[in-house]
């Protein structure tokens, strides 16, 4: 009797641990996990572990143990690697003055740069036979040419367009349609033209409005002054669109020169990870000669760093100038590019420097090779 007591004992305990293999493969498919809890079965000692009830109403037992190697599986820890920053969007050199009420006296002031050179002479003659005024300016007011036209904005001014050049036209109350018209014209007469996303991405625009008393620049506005005779307020209007010529001519060179450090970029990194740089002296003179091109186009060519001899015997107009070219910082901007510029050159000069040694290193193991050769010829003879 306690022989058959104790089998039947034994086998309850065999099938209810068939029962806990088995149900694992219906681990998935299984409703939220439950509570922990401890039940007596009978004829069973008590198990602790989770317990849920199925849909006939009996009682199923789930193993903790399934659940960990099914999330291991399936879920991965987050990368601790940054996503990568976005793309920096180029932004215009300034964007317009703080925005103004729209007053009939507001007009508006816009630069371009189009190009590295315009041929002034037949820029002129060609505008002149579309029906285009010149202005005549004091004969040392020289690389620019001045052009009115009827095609107004608004009724408070006249329309002016300054060319310079540099390669920087200057807008004065001329609507939008003569612009696009005038920019096409001066497409014959570009040297060296740039993209046109450029240009118009790089591009200067400042109100201007008449005013009692003295033409100033006052907070991001030109109030030109309303009791000035005509030939003078041409001279302001030039001394203004100076400075906003050489501020767009800079802000596309500084176009320029962040794609040119980004064309060399990679290269102290490869330096720093003892790579080779995988550069031919042909290339490397080229991005020297780049390099010095835009040098000498930003201290050299430009008015950058000087102040034009024309404001010399001219204080009121050199004031305006100062002025404006403070506004629009092109002092810093200069000073900025001219610390890239250094780097860049250092940077170059280590490439070219590089290029040398390695041509030195070829040379001497080809010296070594030919007199080994020629040592060995000389065995050679000795010997046979």
């Given amino acids: 009797m306690l022989v058959r007591t104790l089998w039947s004992r034994l086998g309850s305990q065999r099938l209810f641990a068939s029962a806990c293999l088995s149900s694992r493969a219906h681990l998935c498919r299984a409703e939220p996990r439950p509570r922990e809890a401890a039940v007596s079965w009978s004829g069973v000692p008590f198990i602790s572990g989770p317990l849920a009830v199925n849909r006939s109403g009996h009682w199923r037992l789930y193993s903790v143990n399934i659940v960990s190697p099914v999330l291991k599986s399936t879920l991965k820890p987050a990368s601790s690697k940054r996503a990568p920053k976005g793309p920096r969007t180029k932004q215009p050199s300034r964007t317009s003055a703080p925005s103004q009420d729209e007053h009939k006296d507001v007009m508006r002031c816009i630069a371009y740069s189009t190009a590295d050179q315009y041929h002034l002479p037949t820029l002129?003659?060609?505008?002149?036979?579309?029906?285009?005024?010149?202005?005549?300016?004091?004969?040392?007011?020289?690389?620019?040419?001045?052009?009115?036209?009827?095609?107004?904005?608004?009724?408070?001014?006249?329309?002016?367009?300054?060319?310079?050049?540099?390669?920087?036209?200057?807008?004065?109350?001329?609507?939008?349609?003569?612009?696009?018209?005038?920019?096409?014209?001066?497409?014959?007469?570009?040297?060296?033209?740039?993209?046109?996303?450029?240009?118009?991405?790089?591009?200067?625009?400042?109100?201007?409005?008449?005013?009692?008393?003295?033409?100033?620049?006052?907070?991001?506005?030109?109030?030109?002054?309303?009791?000035?005779?005509?030939?003078?307020a041409v001279l302001e209007k030039f001394a203004f669109s100076n400075a906003l010529c050489l501020s767009v001519k800079l802000a596309i060179w500084e176009v320029f020169l962040d794609n040119f450090v980004e064309s060399i970029q990679s290269i102290p990194e490869t330096l720093k990870s003892g790579n080779r740089v995988k550069l031919s002296s042909a290339e490397v003179m080229q991005k020297i000669g780049e390099l010095f091109s835009l040098r000498h186009c930003i201290n050299l060519r430009s008015d950058l760093l000087i102040t034009p001899d024309f404001y010399w015997d001219r204080e009121h107009l050199e004031k305006l100038y100062e002025k404006t070219c403070q506004f629009l910082s092109i002092n810093r901007r200069v000073n900025v590019m001219n610390e890239k510029l250094e780097h860049c050159t250092q940077l170059t000069d280590l490439m070219r420097s590089h290029l040398n040694e390695k041509h030195s290193f070829r040379l001497e193991w080809m010296i070594v090779i030919l007199i080994t050769i020629e040592v060995l010829f000389e065995l050679a003879r000795m010997i046979f």
Avoid: C
Avoid at 153 to 171: C, M, N, W, Y
Avoid at 211 to 226: A, H, P, Q, V
């Fill in 124 to 232: 002129g003659h060609d505008l002149t036979g579309r029906g285009f005024q010149a202005v005549d300016l004091p004969r040392d007011a020289s690389n620019v040419l001045v052009i009115s036209t009827e095609a107004i904005a608004k009724q408070d001014d006249g329309a002016l367009i300054f060319f310079f050049r540099e390669g920087s036209v200057v807008f004065w109350n001329v609507e939008d349609k003569m612009m696009k018209k005038v920019l096409r014209i001066l497409e014959q007469h570009e040297i060296q033209p740039y993209e046109v996303a450029l240009v118009h991405w790089e591009n200067e625009e400042i109100n201007y409005m008449f005013g009692e008393g003295n033409t100033k620049l006052e907070r991001g506005n030109f109030i030109l002054s309303d009791q000035m005779e005509l030939q003078e």
